[in-house]
């Protein structure tokens, strides 16, 4: 089992910036891929950006630029960098593996960027 908890989101103006931090615990050796995945209101849970072991990023479109993902894996720790965020932003931001683990979803940390 995996267990996912994250941190750091918040309330920013549109512009603003926010870093998220993601802690996995239990049988992390077991993932090679991870990835940011966040929710807005009303909306399907969508992916953001993910990052191998070895460092190799990717990320959705409206993101790129502005996002980066990071990892550590000595610490067993996943970040997201958010620069020149916008309202669109808005969302729960979850982190989890790729491909997806269903059980492995954790609270999430709430991102709102007003205008």
């Known amino acids: 089992q995996v267990q996912f908890v994250e941190s750091g989101g918040g309330l920013v103006q549109s512009g603003g910036s926010l870093r998220l931090s993601c802690a996995a615990s239990g049988r992390t050796s077991t993932i090679y891929t991870l990835g940011w995945y966040r929710q807005a209101p009303g909306k399907r849970r969508e992916w953001v950006a993910s990052?191998?072991?070895?460092?190799?990023?990717v990320y959705e479109n409206s993101v790129k630029g502005r996002f980066t993902i990071s990892r550590d894996n000595a610490e067993n720790m996943l970040y997201l960098q958010m620069n020149s965020l916008k309202p669109e932003d808005t969302a729960v931001y979850y982190c989890?593996?790729?491909?997806?683990?269903?059980?492995?979803w954790g609270q999430g940390t709430q991102v709102t960027v007003s205008a």
């Open positions: 990052i191998g072991r070895g460092g190799s990023a």
């Open positions: 989890n593996r790729v491909p997806i683990g269903a059980q492995y």
